[in-house]
C-alpha cells in the first residue's frame, strides 16, 4: 500500500516536472534585464530566452522576436537548447513508462519482473531528465550571477534571472523527487 502512495505521488510529482520542462523551454524569460541604476523611471524590459528575445515598452508593448539563424547562436546556448528539447522529450517518455509502471502494478499481482521494470525505467528516466534540466538552467544562473557582480561589465548588459530559471529549478526538483520515489519502490 505504502508503495502504491508513493508510484501515485510520484507521478504526480513527475507530471508537475514535465509541464514545467515545457514551460521553461518554451518561455522567454531565461535572463531578464537588470535595473541597477539609480533611475526610477524604466521604459523597457528585455527578456532573453532559448528561442526568442523579447521588448515590454512601459508594461503595455511587448514585441518578441525569434532568433533568426540557428548557426550565429552562441554555442553555449545551442547546447542548452539541445538539452532543453532532449529532456522535454525524455520527460514525457518518463511521464508514460510511470503511468504504465502504476497501471501494470495496479491490474497485475503475477509478474513481478515485467512491473519492476517499469518502475525501474520510470525511476531512472525521471532522474536522467532532473539532471538534463539542471544543467542548462544552473550554468545560465551562474553565468548572469558572474556577470552581474562583474565591474567590467556595462550596467545595460547586466541581467538578472528570470522566471524560467525558477521554474527549471522546481521542475528539477519534482523530477529527481520523482524519480527517487519510483527507485524507492523498485528496491
Known amino acids: 500500500m505504502a508503495c502504491c502512495v508513493l508510484q501515485i505521488t510520484g507521478l504526480i510529482f513527475g507530471?508537475?516536472?514535465?509541464?514545467?520542462?515545457?514551460?521553461?523551454?518554451?518561455?522567454?524569460?531565461?535572463?531578464?534585464s537588470a535595473y541597477v541604476d539609480g533611475n526610477i523611471v524604466v521604459f523597457e524590459t528585455i527578456w532573453e530566452g532559448l528561442w526568442m528575445d523579447c521588448i515590454s515598452q512601459l508594461g503595455i508593448r511587448l514585441q518578441c522576436k525569434f532568433y533568426d539563424s540557428v548557426l550565429a547562436?552562441?554555442?553555449?546556448?545551442?547546447?542548452f537548447r539541445a538539452l532543453m528539447c532532449v529532456a522535454v522529450g525524455l520527460s514525457v517518455l518518463s511521464f508514460l513508462t510511470a503511468i504504465a509502471g502504476v497501471k501494470y502494478t495496479q491490474r497485475s499481482q503475477e509478474g513481478p519482473q515485467a512491473i519492476s521494470i517499469f518502475i525501474l525505467a520510470a525511476g531512472v528516466a525521471f532522474l536522467l531528465t532532473g539532471t538534463l534540466v539542471l544543467i542548462p538552467v544552473s550554468w545560465t544562473g551562474a553565468g548572469i550571477i558572474r556577470d552581474?557582480?562583474?565591474?567590467?561589465?556595462?550596467?545595460?548588459?547586466?541581467?538578472?534571472?528570470?522566471?524560467?530559471?525558477?521554474?527549471?529549478?522546481?521542475?528539477?526538483?519534482?523530477?529527481?523527487?520523482a524519480g527517487a520515489m519510483y527507485c524507492h519502490c523498485w528496491c
Open 15 to 32: 507530471g508537475v516536472g514535465m509541464v514545467g520542462t515545457l514551460a521553461a523551454t518554451a518561455m522567454p524569460q531565461w535572463r531578464v
Open 73 to 79: 547562436l552562441p554555442p553555449p546556448l545551442e547546447a
Open 148 to 177: 552581474f557582480y562583474d565591474p567590467e561589465v556595462p550596467a545595460p548588459l547586466k541581467r538578472e534571472l528570470g522566471a524560467a530559471l525558477y521554474v527549471g529549478w522546481g521542475s528539477t526538483a519534482l523530477l529527481l523527487a
